[in-house]
């Protein structure tokens, strides 16, 4: 057997290296490379690189791990060429940001990859799974920063608090809306902590929180609302929400604040607070708006005819108040209830039914979105208790009627 020559050894050695290297690379970058503070991203690159082209995007992992929230940030996947001896590969980069929750180490495993490429001899696609590299770093919680829950690091943070739709003289029935917005440099917006749960219902007051609505910005904001209907005169008062935060800049703790908020609404005249049911006295209310109502009238018809109209009766204000319970707006339905309340002997507390009627609609009204397909079962419920009630008949002070022949019956 004849001995092969050098250079046909040579050949035979170069062989297997010259099928590695025509195989995918797959290469991970960490940045930045070391400890960093709770709070802080990692942007996680992983690198494929083909010798050919790609004709199908790679498959790549999601990179969720436990304490810590993972998302892809803007052209988080991006062409890129290489040059590899004298050949320029392709291949394509994708970016993860990863941010720790708490303070430890981070360990990712071996996750993998599926690359779609075509063969350099026969241009038909070759599909191959490639682990990455092993991925870990560790999160420290910096000295000064213990006991900030949760923990938000930033390099600016503000936090606002302001009432929307408050009329100059609010009354019962009427609605606004508090909105909190968080605003923070740095940080994604869904690890901006919330603000309405710090916030107590203050009595007299009805609640109807929203869903909040996040943006990453820059800057981050998270944007909260809550909307009030008005069931009681008084002073409400919303404290200054504090907001401990991390200064990723100076190094330093921080504290960021609102602005406390007060608004008065006032009893009008002859409001007394003697019900039950804490809902507004409606016999004061009612005689009020009833007192100004004829006021009114009575001063404008005075002037334009000689004659008055006849008030409205109980029966012409439980078809008004009927009417609104179909289309109107629950402040119009509330005031509509109030009179109709007050033109009946000894006006009763409203009904239980009528009330969680009334209640289910203001939620579907001032509450969080998608609340709003309930709001025609609670006006067909709010008729249904209205049905239940109608109004009184006066009685009846008719005198007979006088004999057709009085000499006769003499």
Not at 261 to 283: K, M, N, S
Not at 358 to 376: F, H, M
């Amino acid at each position: 057997m004849p001995t092969p020559c050098p250079a046909h050894l040579l050949a035979l050695l170069l062989l297997p290296c010259a099928a590695f290297a025509q195989d995918p690379q797959l290469t991970v970058t960490l940045d930045p490379d070391g400890p960093v503070t709770v709070g802080t991203p990692v942007e996680v690159t992983a690198t494929l690189l083909v010798p050919t082209f790609m004709p199908d995007p790679p498959v790549w992992p999601d990179l969720q791990i436990a304490d810590a929230v993972t998302r892809l940030p803007g052209r988080a996947t991006h062409p890129v060429t290489e040059r590899i001896g004298r050949d320029t590969w392709s291949g394509v980069a994708r970016t993860w940001q990863i941010v720790p929750q708490r303070a430890g180490d981070y360990d990712l495993g071996q996750p993998q990859v599926t690359a779609t490429w075509a063969d350099p001899e026969t241009s038909q696609p070759t599909s191959s799974v490639l682990d990455l590299p092993p991925i870990a770093f560790s999160a420290t919680v910096p000295a000064g920063a213990e006991g900030i829950d949760p923990f938000l690091a930033a390099t600016a943070v503000t936090v606002t608090a302001a009432l929307d739709g408050l009329p100059p003289a609010p009354k019962p029935g009427d609605a606004f809306t508090l909105t909190l917005t968080t605003t923070a440099a740095g940080p994604p917006a869904i690890l901006l902590p919330p603000l309405a749960s710090r916030i107590a219902t203050p009595p007299g007051l009805r609640a109807y929180p929203r869903e909040p609505a996040l943006a990453d910005g820059p800057p981050a904001t998270r944007t909260e609302a809550i909307a009030y209907v008005i069931e009681q005169p008084g002073t409400y008062a919303f404290p200054p929400i504090a907001l401990d935060w991390w200064n990723t800049t100076t190094e330093s703790r921080e504290t960021a604040t609102t602005a406390p908020i007060q608004l008065t609404v006032a009893a009008p005249p002859g409001w007394h607070a003697d019900r039950e049911d804490g809902g507004p006295p409606l016999r004061a209310i009612a005689t009020a708006l009833l007192l100004g109502i004829g006021a009114a009238i009575a001063f404008t018809v005075s002037r334009r005819r000689p004659r008055s109209p006849r008030p409205p009766t109980e029966a012409d204000l439980y078809r008004a108040l009927r009417h609104a319970a179909r289309t109107a707006p629950p402040p119009e339905i509330r005031r509509r209830l109030l009179q109709w309340q007050a033109a009946r002997p000894d006006p009763p507390a409203i009904p239980p039914a009528v009330a969680a009627a009334l209640r289910r609609l203001e939620r579907s009204t001032y509450g969080p979105p998608g609340a709003e397909p309930a709001e025609a079962d609670a006006r067909r419920d709010l008729l249904s208790a209205l049905s239940a009630m109608p109004p009184t008949r006066p009685p009846s002070h008719q005198t007979p009627l006088p004999a057709l022949n009085p000499a006769a019956s003499a």
